[in-house]
């Protein structure tokens, strides 16, 4: 990679870290912008360094510093209930990644994308939190994705909205 891919990939987990901790408690998983920070990530800096971004940040997190929404950190938050929605953020920036490349940069692509890696995030996530707690799929589906649709929904036509901009005048 050039320098230059370096630092946005750099610039872009920094984005993630700092979006990341605020957040509000909705049950066991809380709402934060994380997931508006991965989008940007995927569909800026397309699928390698989007998701080389997303790895640094819960690299980052996983050794302790203070990342992950409310403000907590460490290996444990990796391993409990939350940990297979954080984990999900891979595969979330790399399906926006190829799917705007596929749709060559279309608007319909950067939409599509991050549909498609919200659908990833919140299988991964959902079936990690089951197999934690015990819960039914009904259960988990309601209480850790059905509150969280509308939130997702704007900021995916925030991202869709804003990344094609970005994109443009950063060249990358």
Do not use: E
Not at 83 to 100: E, F, K, N, R
Not at 135 to 146: D, F, P, T, Y
Not at 150 to 164: E, F, S, Y
Request: with cysteine; net charge positive; glycine share 12%.
């Amino acid at each position: 990679m050039k320098t230059r891919d370096i630092a946005a990939t750099a610039v872009f987990a920094a984005l993630i870290c700092v979006a990341a901790p605020f957040s509000v408690p909705v049950g066991p998983i809380p709402l934060s912008l994380a997931t508006l920070a991965v989008y940007l990530a995927g569909a800026i800096l397309g699928t390698k360094r989007g998701t080389i971004a997303v790895a640094v940040y819960i690299a980052l997190g996983a050794f302790g510093l203070p990342v992950f929404s409310g403000f907590s950190g460490g290996l444990q938050k990796l391993l409990g209930v939350t940990g297979g929605y954080i984990a999900g953020y891979l595969p979330c920036s790399a399906a926006v990644g190829v799917t705007i490349r596929a749709a060559r940069g279309r608007t319909i692509g950067y939409a599509a994308g991050m549909v498609i890696g919200t659908i990833l995030c919140y299988t991964l996530g959902t079936a990690w939190f089951m197999a934690q707690t015990g819960s039914k799929l009904g259960a988990a589906i309601a209480l850790c994705v059905a509150p969280f649709l509308l939130g997702d929904a704007i900021k995916i036509a925030v991202a869709t909205a804003v990344a094609p901009i970005i994109r443009r005048r950063l060249k990358l």
